[in-house]
T-cell receptor
């Protein structure tokens, strides 16, 4: 099992460029999410999805778009990159049901983005 | 507003015990998670508390007091590989367990 796979691992963009961070999971998890991690601030939720076709905004959604056309994939799009979006991005997924095990997040390895 | 506080850094020697405290003030509460994150890697799950009391998993234990908005993670018999950041996270609602609110993390440095 690959778990949660993110690509690319590293990316450098110029201000104003657009790009998509890819995320795929092979655990048949309904729930997927994107977080960003900045020094001294902890992980902050960007967008969230409870299933194919359903997305919701998190704490810091501005500047980012998401879609969920399949259960497996949850790409994050930066429409016009800004230096404030320089960060490490983590995709995560979890299953449904009762019990703590179903609700444990499995994280991807992260994507380090630098916007110049 | 939402607030999750934990110390920035703690240092301890190999074989010792370290306790990482976490206090939270959130609009709702339905569980508290602890994750471990080594430098340059993804967070990995350590423990979960939803009811008051102590949960023990090998060398790691986690405690929760909902009335006090307080949790701690106890690391016993410290090993060098325990040097990492430890993240406290709260899930505020039952309909979205994955919408966690994280503290900034506590960097634990284990010295020989």
């Amino acid at each position: 099992n690959a778990g949660v796979t993110q690509t690319p691992k590293f990316q450098v963009l110029k201000t104003g460029q657009s790009m998509t961070l890819q995320c795929a999971q092979d655990m048949n998890h309904e729930y997927m999410s994107w977080y960003r991690q900045d020094p001294g601030m902890g992980l902050r939720l960007i967008h969230y999805s409870v299933g194919a076709g359903i997305t919701d905004q998190g704490e810091v959604p501005n500047g980012y778009n998401v879609s969920r056309s399949t259960t497996e994939d949850f790409p994050l799009r930066l429409l016009s990159a800004a230096p404030s979006q320089t960060s490490v991005y983590f995709c995560a997924s979890h299953g449904s049901g009762t019990g703590s095990g179903a609700n444990v997040l499995t994280f991807g390895a992260g994507s380090r983005l630098t916007v110049l | 507003g939402q607030n999750i506080d934990q110390p920035t850094e703690m240092t301890a020697t190999e074989g010792a015990i370290v306790q990482i405290n976490c206090t939270y003030q959130t609009s709702g509460f339905n569980g508290l998670f602890w994750y471990q994150q080594h430098a340059g890697e993804a967070p990995t799950f350590l423990s979960y508390n939803v009811l008051d009391g102590l949960e023990e998993k090998g060398r790691f234990s986690s405690f929760l007091s909902r009335s006090k908005g307080y949790s701690y993670l106890l690391l016993k018999e410290l090993q060098m590989k325990d040097s990492a950041s430890y993240l406290c996270a709260v899930t505020p609602s039952t309909d979205s367990w994955g919408k966690l609110q994280f503290g900034a993390g506590t960097q634990v440095v284990v010295t020989p």
